[in-house]
Nanobody, 126 residues
Framework: QLQLVESGGGLVQSGGSLRLSCVASGFTLDYYSIAWFRQAPGKEREGVSCINAADDTTVYAEAVKDRFIISRDNTKKGVYLQMHSLKPEDTADYYC???????????????????WGQGTQVTVSS
């Protein structure tokens, strides 16, 4: 299992932007499928976006489509989630997760992943 570390969370006003980072200690992430999940208080963890290991195909949840962008930077050994037009309902703890392979049809399912970070908190004020 990889040790994943997220960063970049914080407090932002509605309509603002944040960029979350996910890096793996001692490893590059270019051979892994990576996903971002989020969990708001009292709610279940939900998949936000994922990037496929094989060809960098990306998938987005409907709630974030056209606002969030997932990308991979193998030079910096990281995967990033650029979040624009943030809404109060985006408030949650955000987690990155990794697995060596997952199909695009399942890449937003938490059960497919075997490595998780500790999370970073995102708060969007109205």
């Amino acid at each position: 299992q990889l040790q994943l570390v997220e960063s970049g969370g914080g407090l932002v006003q509605s309509g603002g932007s944040l960029r979350l980072s996910c890096v793996a200690s001692g490893f590059t992430l270019d051979y892994y499928s990576i996903a971002w999940f989020r969990q708001a208080p009292g709610k279940e963890r939900e998949g936000v976006s994922c990037i496929n290991a094989a060809d960098d195909t990306t998938v987005y949840a409907e709630a974030v489509k056209d606002r969030f962008i997932i990308s991979r930077d193998n030079t910096k050994k990281g995967v990033y989630l650029q979040m624009h037009s943030l809404k109060p309902e985006d408030t949650a703890d955000y987690y990155c997760a990794a697995v060596d392979f997952v199909s695009s049809s399942k890449c937003l399912m938490a059960s497919e992943y075997d490595s998780w970070g500790q999370g970073t908190q995102v708060t969007v004020s109205s």
